[in-house]
């Protein structure tokens, strides 16, 4: 992610400074409802072994030409996979892809050589579920930098990026975190009849440990870095 591409995120976050880390968070708690339950939801549909990847990637691109004409990237949490927007462009959407296509869809669907238009969407809305969650590091990591500015600052000047990870990282929560969605996904598993019988349990604190919390870090280290370059108010 380069600087021009924090900078309009910068500039369209003008109400960001309202949001405090319990309100973000609430609204990442939601989020995480609605990842669980569509990845749990397309678990009991087909993942075609052929192509997969490259008819999802044309999906994808004609979903969202077709989105932004509606405006959709418009907010600074949703940004596109493959469509070039001024600076939008993030290249965690390429780790989550394929991530997605590796590690997600191939473990808990059908395989089989048959797809269906409406198993895209699906992929397609849970890659942007996924997107928008990762991204909204970004909240926190403005949230968190504005609640103790003196000692991200310090770090930001000297470009110390263990240091900085070190001051975000909050393993307690993390873990509560971990926790909350293998619950959730053994509830909503048992809700939506896991005909696969996969441990979502497992597979959502797996997903949550390897790969959303490091990325979401990753997300807030990237901004904080940038506001080096004099981005911060």
Do not use: W
């Not at 087909?46 to 004609?62: D, H, Q, R, S, V």
């Not at 001024?86 to 797809?115: L, V």
């Not at 009849?193 to 604190?205: M, S, T």
């Amino acid at each position: 992610m380069n600087k021009l591409f924090f900078l309009y995120l910068f500039y369209n976050m003008a109400g960001l400074k309202m949001y405090n880390l319990d309100t973000i968070r609430k609204l990442l708690i939601e989020l995480e409802d609605t990842i669980i339950f569509s990845i749990i939801e397309r678990g009991r549909h087909n993942y075609p072994i052929e192509n997969f990847a490259t008819n999802l990637k044309i999906f994808c691109t004609t979903y969202e030409q077709n989105a932004q004409i509606f405006d959709y990237f418009n907010t600074p949490e949703n940004i596109p996979f493959f469509i070039d927007l001024p600076n939008k462009k993030s290249i965690i959407n390429d780790e989550i892809f394929n991530y997605y296509i590796t590690s997600i869809a191939p473990q808990i669907c059908y395989i089989t050589n048959h797809s269906l238009t409406t198993d895209y969407l699906k992929d397609v809305n849970i890659l942007n579920l996924l997107s928008k969650r990762i991204h909204s590091g970004l909240f926190v990591a403005i949230s968190k930098f504005q609640s103790d500015t003196e000692r991200y600052q310090s770090l930001i000047d000297k470009n110390n990026s263990n240091g900085i990870m070190t001051l975000l990282t909050d393993l307690k929560t993390e873990d509560a975190v971990i926790e909350r969605v293998g619950k959730k996904a053994e509830i909503y598993a048992n809700m939506l009849n896991n005909y696969q019988n996969i441990n979502y349990k497992n597979f959502f604190k797996k997903l949550y440990f390897e790969f959303i919390i490091p990325l979401t870090k990753e997300v807030e280290l990237n901004y904080l870095l940038s506001l080096k370059t004099g981005l911060d108010s």
